[in-house]
């Protein structure tokens, strides 16, 4: 089966970049996506087809793909971005498939 | 607006059956495909099944044979029927609509309902 591998955690400073990462075989061809979680709250689409951004998204929000690795990059960090990230592509054999999770801590 | 709302969810025993809901607003059910998603508490997020456009339907490995992906038209309505419910089964459940179009992502998605399976 399909899998899709993140960090568990990532911290950033306010202001800086945060950089989230998702390995997967052959993700490169698989057009991820990315959600972001809130504590209560309800998974966001954030990025789908490896890099586009849903209306309303900030710009500071930005992904790519290359080979086997996907990163979620969030520049200028803000306090109100710290949440859970999960990244998600689909396959054939398992359908939708989501990595496990990252926690974003703003310090 | 485009909106997803579940309900259904409670506490059941072990073997017991429950039926959760998604009522949608905004867009047509039966056009899209329709998914659910789960989360067990404190941890991170699963696929569970899913209804295509033409009703062909999808599960994974964990829930196949006891779960049961349904829609009704009129009442632009999807559904999970949940039997022989396990402990495991305790989690969140969403539903969201699948963007066909735009990498199969998943948007939007419902608030959510807990299903807790204890006795």
């Known amino acids: 089966s399909y899998e899709l591998t993140q960090p568990p955690s990532v911290s950033v400073s306010p202001g800086q970049t945060a950089s989230i990462t998702c390995s997967g075989d052959?993700?490169?061809?698989?057009?991820p996506c990315w959600y972001q979680q809130k504590p209560g709250q309800s998974p966001v689409l954030l990025i789908y087809q490896d890099t586009k951004r849903p209306s309303g998204i900030p710009a500071r929000f930005s992904a790519s793909n290359s080979g086997n690795t996907a990163t979620l990059t969030i520049s200028g960090t803000q306090a109100m971005d710290e949440a859970d990230y999960y990244c998600q592509a689909w396959d054939s054999s398992t359908d939708w498939v989501f990595g496990g999770g990252t926690k974003l801590t703003v310090l | 607006e485009v909106q997803l709302v579940e309900s259904g969810g409670g506490l059941i025993q072990p073997g017991g059956s429950l039926r959760l809901s998604c009522a949608a607003s905004g867009f047509t059910v039966s056009s899209n495909y329709m998914t659910w998603v789960r989360q067990p508490p404190g941890k991170g997020l699963e696929w569970v099944s899913v209804i295509y456009s033409g009703g062909s339907t999808y599960y994974a490995d964990s829930v196949r044979g006891r779960f049961t992906i349904s829609r009704d038209n009129s009442k632009n309505t999807l559904y999970l029927q949940m039997n022989s419910l396990r402990a495991e089964d305790t989690a969140v459940y969403y539903c969201?609509?699948?963007?066909?179009?735009?990498?199969?992502?998943?948007?939007?998605w419902g608030q959510g309902t807990l299903v807790t399976v204890s006795s």
């Open positions: 969201a609509r699948v963007r066909f179009y735009d990498g199969k992502s998943l948007d939007p």
């Open positions: 052959e993700l490169g061809d698989r057009y």
